[in-house]
């Protein structure tokens, strides 16, 4: 009975932060319509939803923090590539980064990611959806970068969403 009642907690929650944040208000009146509006899109969602992710709340508020660290860290070293080295002493390459992840919801995480992280964009996905391509402002090993980006967010959002 719960569970067709709020079919997509996390989503509830979401949708009532960002309702919050949209009417710029923490008022009785902006709480209750975001509860509303938290309950029902979920509900009325749902049949469109079969095959929703299961996602390890622990793991994904660690990759979280994984990330932003990560994002940090980005910023310092790509404002140093920019200020230090010269043109010419860049290593901008594409990589091809064979994926095991199977839903489109990780894969999707897995590409923000990677724009997110300052110097690297994630610029497709095959066909088959097996690869992403990445473009990587400096890398002087594309192959260690490629398994850098396997161990540090690939294999941490398999257990994310498993």
């Known amino acids: 009975m719960m569970r ?13 932060a960002v309702w919050l944040l949209l009417a710029n208000s923490f008022s009785a009146g ?19 939803w079969p095959d929703r992710p299961r996602v390890n709340f622990g793991l994904g508020l ?8 990560d994002i940090i860290v980005a910023n310092f070293e790509v404002a140093a590539i920019i200020l ?15 994926m095991t992840l199977q839903t489109p919801e990780a894969i999707t995480v897995l590409a ?3 724009s997110l992280t300052p110097g690297t964009v994630s610029a497709d996905v095959s066909a088959c959806g097996r690869y992403l ?19 540090r967010y690939e294999s941490r959002l398999l257990g994310v969403f498993a």
Request: charged letters at 15%.
């Open 84 to 98: 230090i080295r010269r043109n010419r002493d860049l290593r901008p390459t594409w990589l091809v980064i064979p």
């Open 30 to 48: 902006a709480l209750i319509v975001g509860i509303v509006v938290g309950l029902a899109l979920p509900i009325f969602t749902a049949p469109f």
């Open 4 to 16: 067709r009642l709020i079919p997509h907690p996390g989503l509830s929650m979401l949708l009532v």
């Open 62 to 69: 660690a990759y979280l923090v994984l990330v932003l660290w």
């Open 133 to 151: 391509l990445v473009h990587a402002l400096d890398a002087a090993d594309p192959d260690a970068e490629i398994a850098r980006i396997k161990s």
């Open 112 to 114: 923000a990611t990677i």
